[in-house]
């Protein structure tokens, strides 16, 4: 089947790419002192010149002091993180590419003794961990407030320093994540509830970096109905259910949804064969990037699984196919990337390289 729908250019408003394929946002812990350095400007320079269309940025922490959970991983504030960043968006623009930060707070999965400031514990919604265990800071009104504001000055920063959009990490089971999350959400305030009223932290953050981007600056969300504290966690299980999720998210202001999934070719709802980022793309009429495991034949780790899936390489047909049905407007692509800065430009050209293994080193490499 021709890749020339992975191809074809895609536009939202002022965001112009020149195709549809997406770099997944990857964490990678290469940022010595939280700070961006020329081996991350090297690192997403290649993955420009190699063809992506948008490179979403691995998590990058807002300014809270427990948003890191993870060492070595770069801040989106402070003086020296925000020059390291505006080096990196120069050189993708210089490659032609798009970039966004994602924007990440980690929430109740912080440890205590993370640097630089380890008497700070995790924050979460009720102060669980897992559902059922409680060992970390419930938030406040005022934590709740402090975080949204974070939020917002990560958007307005990165809006300054030249980003073309912005996404906020919403799924995995981090902090937005766990206040969707009834297993982790049992408050009784505002902050709490059904399924609609676990999204008003996420609507309020959203709400707030608008009123600092303004309305034409991109903002995304990604999301999971997966956790990784849960792999078979769901926030909706049905289109109804789904459609509440969804539209106040959509009311706040929201642009594009990035619909993670671990397969992207399984049905989410039996009532089709439309995966994840398909069923919100019906329910809500705005775009979607679907991703996982794309050119693979399988997920990078199963639920209880020790160490990393040896995925072989696998068709796009039924990705193009589903792409070209309009199922969909974006793929983002991760391991593939990892291991082959050129990918895109090498399936564009008809060449379907494809990768052999997958191993936890070519994960953190720096190729």
């Given at each position: 089947m021709s890749q020339s729908a992975l191809f074809q250019p895609f536009q939202l408003g002022q965001l112009e790419l020149k195709n549809r394929v997406v770099m997944a946002p990857m964490t990678r812990s290469f940022s010595p002192g939280n700070i961006p350095n020329d081996k991350n400007i090297a690192y997403y320079k290649r993955r420009a010149a190699g063809g992506v269309g948008l490179i979403v940025t691995e998590g990058t922490c807002v300014g809270h002091k427990a948003a890191n959970g993870y060492p070595n991983v770069p801040y989106i504030y402070g003086k020296e993180a925000l020059e390291g960043w505006r080096k990196v968006v120069e050189a993708v623009h210089s490659e032609g590419g798009k970039i966004m930060p994602q924007l990440w707070h980690v929430g109740s999965l912080r440890r205590e003794g993370m640097e630089p400031e380890p008497e700070v514990p995790g924050f979460g919604?009720?102060?669980?961990?897992k559902p059922g265990k409680k060992r970390c800071h419930e938030m406040t009104e005022s934590d709740i407030a402090d975080v949204i504001a974070a939020f917002a000055k990560a958007a307005a920063d990165s809006k300054a320093i030249g980003f073309d959009g912005v996404e906020i990490h919403g799924a995995h089971g981090y902090l937005i994540d766990q206040f969707f999350w009834a297993d982790l959400n049992e408050r009784t305030d505002k902050w709490g509830g059904d399924l609609f009223s676990r999204t008003r932290f996420a609507t309020e953050i959203i709400k707030a970096i608008r009123a600092e981007v303004g309305p034409d600056f991109p903002v995304m969300l990604r999301w999971s109905q997966w956790k990784q504290q849960e792999y078979s966690a769901r926030l909706a299980t049905s289109p109804q259910e789904l459609e509440a999720f969804t539209?106040?998210?959509?009311?706040?202001?929201?642009?594009?949804?990035?619909?993670?999934?671990?397969r992207f070719w399984e049905p989410e709802f039996e009532e089709s064969d439309l995966n994840l980022a398909g069923w919100v793309k019906k329910i809500t009429g705005k775009p979607t990037i679907t991703v996982g495991s794309v050119g693979l034949d399988a997920a990078f780790a199963e639920e209880g699984q020790s160490g990393f899936s040896e995925a072989k390489p696998a068709s796009l047909d039924n990705l193009i196919s589903r792409l070209e049905n309009n199922e969909f407007d974006l793929v983002a692509v991760g391991r593939a990337l990892i291991a082959n800065p050129d990918w895109?430009?090498?399936?564009?050209?008809?060449?379907?390289?494809?990768?052999?293994s997958y191993t936890k080193e070519m994960l953190t490499s720096l190729v």
């Open positions: 919604p009720s102060g669980l961990v539209t106040p998210l959509v009311d706040a202001g929201l642009d594009i949804f990035h619909c993670s999934t671990r895109a430009n090498q399936i564009a050209a008809g060449d379907n390289v494809a990768l052999q």
